[in-house]
């Protein structure tokens, strides 16, 4: 089995570009992007007929890519309560993806069997323990909704939660998840705010969910900003033309880092107290904490950063 030791799984998952796991093509062009990680699907992008060609081929391509430095090979499997999941996993596991995405979640016990799952496969496959992390597709059944306080503490392997408006409509019987002019509904909303402080809760990554019209660029810079500046720290691509955009997004520029570094430099100097005065303000320990975050992402940011 090819290990993902190279991976770096504390690294920020800006970019998460889907990649039909099916399409050699595909998957080509996935690796010549700056994605963060590439999510190869096994999922809704490929035929019921095609299922035991993509997995073939998404082990095949795990085994010939074990490092992992720059890019992070993930695989969506299909969801668990059906009959595809389990072969799924037992076709993949031996190529050493660096993680799962697990759709159509019910609640924290799906990933509590997904990581008994990887356990004994990883046994298998004489792999480190826990090696293969998790990341749920938190919103995409109305249940979901309901159980988004249990990924606390479910798994150490949970890195991430996302969210879907598509399922999501489905499954409620909606015609539409939009309104007239082109906006979410507010069950869509709902469903990517409690994704947000589902995620913030468990102490995983908040990433956020697809823009669909890949062409429209000033709409993913849009959406990109919003969603930054609600907490989200990734989100999932769906085309090669969406990774550069959202990796710009998501990385703090040079001013946000040198008063980054001024809020924790100040609280340092300051020893234990509870506030600090920068620029004529008061910051308190919140601030102190979203400093310390805006460094973090900082480190995986390269030095030249394009802008808007």
Known sequence: MQTNESAGH??????MLFVPGDSEKKLAKGQSTAA????????????????????????????ARPDRTDQQLWVRINCLDGPLALPDLVGVVAGGPDGIVLPKIESAQQI??????????????GARAGSIRII????????????????RGASSRLTGLTWGAEDLSAAIGASTNRTENGEYEFTYQLARS????????????AIDTLTTDFRDQSRLEREVRASRRAGFSGKIAIHPDQVAVINVGYSPDAEELRHAHAVVDAFAQAGHAGAVQIDGKMLDKPHLVQAQRIIALGRSTPAKRDSF
């Open 112 to 125: 509590v069997l997904l990581d008994h799952y990887l356990t004994a496969l990883e046994a298998r496959e």
């Open 194 to 205: 409690i994704c947000l402080l589902a995620a913030h809760s468990a102490g995983v990554q």
């Open 36 to 63: 963060s990680a590439l999510i190869l699907d096994l999922e809704d992008s490929v035929a019921a007929d095609r299922i035991e060609v993509a997995r073939a081929m998404v082990r095949e391509y795990l085994s």
């Open 10 to 15: 504390d690294v920020q998952l800006k970019s």
């Open 136 to 151: 749920a597709v938190a919103t995409e059944t109305p249940h979901a909704m309901f159980a988004a306080h249990t990924y």
